[in-house]
């Protein structure tokens, strides 16, 4: 059962433009929602985070929306440049009993086109 | 630059060989994970360790697969017999203790034939 879940494997967008990448979750006791970014041949890196209890968080180009009702977050770049092309993860977190699980989507595979 | 280290980068084996992997998390990363990706079913989770001791390995296949951590600056995730469904890339990460962000190695690709 995939509690996390990324139905665009793929989106291209152009250069200077937004991109933005859905996520979709089952388990509303996920505390804290992350993005990794992969590009080939390299393990994911951490992109940015958002906790439950908030809706919105920025880092530079890169934004992070949370709607908890409908179960869903969003990671918006903008704008986006060529480098951004890679494989975008969500992934969520789940405490229980004192241990912490990280649960992944599938991914998106991002190609920003110059 | 301290980083998670993952040996063997690649490996190809026949069916019904061992295989072993291995992980050097970073120091002080007290929770070491290994996931698996493959095209099917993106990054899945395999199994878990704080301070060395195994929290979660339901998502591993218990006949064949087995993950260790033999002291705080090894991890190992071993298959045997493989079979060729077990292609795929193996990640391992660990992460850090205050901030909980998860750092990954360059992940282990293993092609059994």
């Known amino acids: 059962d995939q509690q996390v879940k990324q139905n665009s494997p793929s989106l291209s967008v152009q250069e200077g433009r937004i991109s933005i990448l859905n996520c979709d979750y089952t388990n509303s006791m996920f505390d804290y929602f992350l993005w990794y970014k992969k590009y080939p041949a390299e393990g994911p890196t951490f992109l940015i985070s958002i906790s439950s209890i908030k809706d919105k968080n920025e880092d530079g180009r890169f934004t992070v929306f949370l709607n908890k009702s409908a179960k869903h977050l969003s990671l918006h770049i903008v704008p986006s440049q060529p480098g951004d092309s890679a494989v975008y993860f969500c992934?969520?977190?789940?405490?229980?009993?004192?241990?912490?699980?990280?649960?992944f989507g599938k991914g998106t595979k991002l190609t920003v086109n110059p | 630059d301290a980083r998670v280290t993952q040996t063997p980068r690649h490996k190809v084996t026949e069916m019904g060989q061992e295989v072993t992997m291995r992980c050097q998390p970073i120091l002080g990363h007290n929770t070491v994970f290994w996931y698996r990706q493959t095209m099917m079913q993106g990054l899945e989770l395999l199994a878990y360790?704080?301070?060395?001791?195994?929290?979660?390995d339901s998502g591993m296949p218990k006949d064949r697969f087995s993950a260790e951590m033999p002291d705080a600056t090894l991890a190992t995730l071993k298959i045997q017999p493989s079979e060729p469904r077990d292609s795929a890339v193996y990640f391992c990460g660990g992460s850090h203790p205050n901030t909980g962000e998860l750092f990954f190695g360059e992940g282990s690709r293993l092609t059994v034939l």
């Open positions: 360790f704080r301070n060395r001791a195994p929290l979660d």
């Open positions: 992934a969520a977190t789940l405490t229980q009993g004192g241990s912490e699980k990280l649960v």
